[in-house]
């Protein structure tokens, strides 16, 4: 699509106000230590007055504006679909990476996806059918079977009825690869897989926002991208997710 450059350079320029904010007031949500910052707030009006302006026919989804439920309105059309800073507790204790994600979907399925690291100036872009790419080059997942690779998993944090299931998953998870990490961001977890840094990410509860770019990013480079059951995303709500690269082939069995 011809406006894929003017979103990675709104996108650019977002991550631009994340790098430069100075102790940003911070608010607390519902959940387990769940927190927006001011500069969420400033990057998600940002996003959505350079996007309307781009497309302005789309509709908005956004972590942090209260607009945060699919409708039925989002079944058809465009809508842009808005993590201003995911990984937000990671950026409140500067402890990295952040990203600004922004997904597209076209009449309820994902059409685009960029995922932003400001820090490293990183970024990753997909259209569906089109690949996936970092920094202008394209990437692939990685072939190795999990037993030679890294994994990464996402805690749930928010929902504390899913920790005990979720560490006791990453547990069995290590002994079946090199080692398992967790970054603090999903978005940057999947674009990892994506581009062949790990082979396998997972997590029992995310937000669409967290996975509606890098899903598609991780489709395009070759990964699966199902939830917990090995059914696909809904890109309706929230999900379960689990990022497979071309060398996992199936779900492992700790999943059961
Ligand atoms: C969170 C991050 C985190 C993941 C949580 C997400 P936020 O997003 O992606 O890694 O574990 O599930 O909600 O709240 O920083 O945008």
Known sequence: MMIMDDIISAVKEAGEIMINAKRPKIMEKAGHANFCTETDEKIQAFLIDKLSAILPEADFLGEEDGQDVFSSKMESGYCFVIDPIDGTSNFIYEY???????????????????????????????????????????????????????????????????????????KKLLRLCVDVRRSGTAAWDMCCVAMGRCSLYFELKIQIWDYAAAALIATEAGCTVTDAEGKPLSYRGPASCICRSRGVKEIPDCFK
């Open 96 to 170: 990295r990476p952040s990203v600004v994600s922004v997904g597209l979907l076209k009449d309820g399925k994902p059409c685009m996806g960029i995922v932003y690291d400001p820090y490293d100036d990183l970024l990753f872009s997909a259209e569906a059918g089109r690949g996936a790419y970092l920094n202008g080059e394209r990437i692939m997942s990685s072939n190795a079977p999990l037993s030679d690779s890294l994994t990464v998993f996402g805690t749930a944090p928010y929902y504390e009825e899913l920790q005990e299931r979720s560490f006791d998953i990453a």
